[in-house]
């Protein structure tokens, strides 16, 4: 039921770019994309509602492609502080029956 | 102070022992969830409420009991807490579908 995260883990250094993807099985409502750093509670990075929709967050943005029941997140020149786990999380209706991904281990190093 | 809270923080119990987390929040928002958060398994859903009274299963709803009889508290109650229930527990909110959810600061159990 949860969808999957690929890669598992990702080192960068500082100023390397990365990709997060989130794959699902069934069909989906919405994606949203939260980042939690150690011992802390997940946090918001942004939501996408529509097939095709891109968003963008500073220089961290995201794309949903509806019909592969996929979405991705790209990291531009990636930071220190970009580190911690990132988790996609889906809706499958207007139930609010929500899912959160596997998660993606991403560590910036100078 | 405005925003969403659990308690207690940390919980350690023994096995067979009732628990409650207690989890608040002060925007009136309609809906709230109970995941739980263990190594390898990422986030899993509890359970969920879309408002006061009305609540429904999630991924892994066995071992725990939930009740809304208000807005802004949704506690989770373990009946018989069991060792397989050690784990770090978040409650989150939002207003309604395709919202983003505010997490609280979670509570870590511990089941001897």
């Known amino acids: 039921q949860q969808p999957v995260q690929s890669p598992q883990a990702v080192i960068l250094r500082e100023g390397e770019d990365a990709v997060i993807n989130c794959s699902s099985s069934k069909a989906l409502y919405s994606v949203h994309w939260y980042r939690q750093k150690h011992g802390e509670a997940p946090v918001f990075l942004m939501i996408l509602l529509k097939g095709g929709e891109q968003k963008g967050h500073e220089k961290i943005s995201a794309s949903f492609n509806e019909k592969k029941q996929q979405s991705s997140l790209y990291l531009t020149a990636s930071q220190l502080s970009y580190s911690g786990t990132y988790f996609c999380g889906t809706e499958r209706n207007t139930g609010n029956q929500f899912y959160f991904g596997t998660g993606t281990s991403l560590t910036v190093i100078p | 102070d405005a925003g969403i809270t659990q308690s207690p923080r940390y919980k350690i119990t023994e096995t067979g022992r009732q628990v409650t987390l207690m989890c608040h929040q002060t925007w009136s928002h309609s809906y709230m969830f109970w995941y739980r958060q263990d190594l390898g398994h990422g986030l899993r859903l509890i359970y969920y409420?879309?408002?006061?009274?009305?609540?429904d299963k999630g991924e892994v709803p066995d071992g725990y009991v939930v009740s809304r009889s208000k807005t802004e508290n949704f506690p989770l109650t373990l009946e018989s807490a069991t060792r397989s229930q050690t784990s770090v527990y978040f409650c989150a909110s939002n207003p309604g579908s395709y919202n983003e959810q505010f997490f609280g600061p979670g509570t870590r159990l511990t089941v001897l």
């Open positions: 409420s879309a408002a006061a009274d009305i609540t």
